[in-house]
């Protein structure tokens, strides 16, 4: 199974928007509404912050939120703040009932 | 309070099996959730490794499937993993995961750090 596709990096002045892509097939994020994005700080467990393509979980800040459209699905983070600075990761269900991740992006907030 | 704790070895020599254990602890790994092994190569990112039911079923990376094992072990409330043939491309921080459905992990552990070298 291929890697999901993101940009390696991004980056957005604070109080401005940005947004991650994650491109996959229609085997996996096309397929399914199984897509999710996870925050990883070096060091600290990875953060789930959203799953379904669109769902908050509890506790996560609404500055956060998740669409698809076709084989893409797509991280917005609103109102950047410092603390977002860190890498991105999106991962689906796929056909073959696996999982698969994108390779990670790296957010700078400038 | 869902916790999770990986445990095992962190230095393997070639060719070896790696074996890490998780503990839960605040839920019981009886419930209908999905329990799964994700590691975290140094500068390549996440690797799904495998997920077991609490049934029993299990489902495999295609890329690892051939020296993977993901086992529960009900009675002590933990799941574990076995990593066969190890070699330096292995050496990652692995993480045990509570899925509650198949596609999202809500609640990670620590993460162990298991290097492989002669």
């Known amino acids: 199974q291929s890697a999901l596709t993101q940009p390696a990096s991004v980056s957005g002045s604070p109080g401005q928007s940005i947004t991650i892509s994650c491109t996959g097939t229609s085997s996996d994020v096309g397929g399914y509404n199984s897509v999710s994005w996870y925050q990883l700080h070096p060091g600290k467990a990875p953060k789930l912050v959203i799953y379904e393509v669109s769902n908050r979980p509890s506790g996560i800040s609404s500055r956060f939120s998740g669409s698809k459209s076709g084989d893409t699905a797509s991280l917005t983070i609103s109102g950047l703040q410092a603390e977002d600075e860190t890498d991105y990761y999106c991962s689906s269900f796929t056909t073959s009932s696996t999982l698969v991740f994108g390779g990670g992006t790296k957010l700078t907030v400038l | 309070q869902v916790q999770l704790q990986e445990s095992g070895p962190g230095l393997l020599k070639p060719s070896e099996t790696l074996s890490l254990s998780c503990a839960v602890s605040?839920?019981?790994?009886?419930?209908?959730?999905?329990w799964v092994w994700t590691r975290q190569l140094p500068g390549r990112g996440l690797e799904w490794i495998g997920t077991?039911?609490?049934?029993?079923?299990?489902y495999y990376n295609p890329s690892l499937e051939s020296r993977v094992t993901i086992s529960v072990d009900t009675s002590r409330n933990q799941f574990s993993l076995k990593l066969s043939s190890v070699t330096a491309a292995d050496t990652a921080v692995y993480y045990c995961?509570?899925?509650?459905?198949?596609?999202?992990?809500?609640?990670w552990g620590q993460g162990t750090l298991v290097t492989v070298s002669s």
């Open positions: 995961v509570r899925h509650k459905q198949f596609s999202y992990g809500d609640y």
């Open positions: 077991i039911f609490h049934t029993g079923s299990t």
């Open positions: 605040g839920y019981s790994i009886n419930n209908n959730n999905y």
